[in-house]
């Protein structure tokens, strides 16, 4: 962990040692939440009071509807709820979003209604919209959720012909951006990686 003004070095971690891929996270005012793609647990660093006092670093279990499939990447993206008060993370494998109670790790299914958000990727929360991007589908799915994340409705799919296997996005001034990685793309030292900027409707 960085100090964004200085640059300098605040606190450095290591989760784990055991087999990991750290793949995703969120900050919220309590804590930093970090998914990891082969395990099903999260890595949870306090930042206490206004997030000015830096915790140690724990292991939450995650139980309840979350199914993990060995061998290949489950969980992936992760942000808050609209109200604040739980988690939702997006399992690439299986394409189900599952709200996660940052307390007990306890996840369920959020209903979209049956449809499923294969290769699930970077997660971004506007309002009461989530936004999932769908790496190897080229396109982001907005997701209008209830207030408490327990329940969404799928809207207008977002395409982008110069998508190029995004894997995130953040929102700038009425677009989206979100960064090609490119991975059906054998990567020499010349390949190119580019952000498309997509406007919003």
């Given amino acids: 962990m960085y100090d964004t003004k200085s640059g300098a070095e605040l606190?450095?971690?290591?989760?784990?040692?055991?087999?990991?891929?750290?793949?995703?996270?969120?900050?919220?005012?309590?804590?930093a939440y970090f998914t990891d793609s082969l395990n099903p647990v999260l890595y949870v660093v306090p930042l206490g009071r206004h997030g000015?006092?830096?915790?140690?670093?724990?292991?939450?279990?995650?139980t309840g509807d979350l199914v993990q499939i060995p061998g290949v990447n489950n969980l992936n993206g992760i942000e808050t709820?609209?109200?604040?008060r739980s988690l939702?993370?997006?399992q690439s494998n299986t394409g189900l979003l599952l709200k996660v109670d940052p307390?007990?790790?306890?996840?369920?299914?959020?209903?979209?209604?049956g449809a499923t958000l294969l290769n699930g990727d970077g997660l971004l929360l506007l309002h009461r919209t989530l936004y999932v991007v769908?790496?190897?589908?080229?396109?982001?799915?907005?997701?209008?959720?209830?207030?408490?994340?327990?329940?969404?409705?799928?809207?207008?799919?977002?395409?982008?012909?110069?998508?190029?296997?995004?894997?995130?996005?953040?929102?700038?001034?009425?677009?989206?951006?979100?960064?090609?990685?490119?991975?059906?793309?054998?990567?020499?030292?010349?390949?190119?990686?580019t952000v498309v900027r997509t406007e919003l409707p």
Avoid at 52 to 62: D, Q, R, V, W
């Fill in 81 to 84: 709820t609209p109200d604040g």
């Fill in 134 to 193: 769908q790496n190897r589908l080229n396109q982001i799915q907005p997701v209008t959720l209830s207030k408490d994340g327990g329940s969404g409705t799928l809207t207008t799919l977002i395409t982008n012909p110069l998508f190029d296997v995004p894997a995130t996005i953040a929102y700038w001034k009425g677009a989206l951006y979100a960064a090609n990685a490119r991975f059906t793309t054998m990567p020499t030292p010349e390949t190119a990686y």
């Fill in 11 to 31: 606190a450095w971690f290591q989760f784990t040692t055991g087999t990991t891929f750290v793949n995703d996270v969120v900050v919220t005012d309590k804590a």
């Fill in 103 to 113: 307390k007990t790790g306890v996840t369920k299914i959020v209903d979209i209604g």
């Fill in 88 to 90: 939702i993370v997006v």
């Fill in 52 to 62: 000015k006092e830096i915790g140690k670093a724990a292991t939450l279990p995650l």
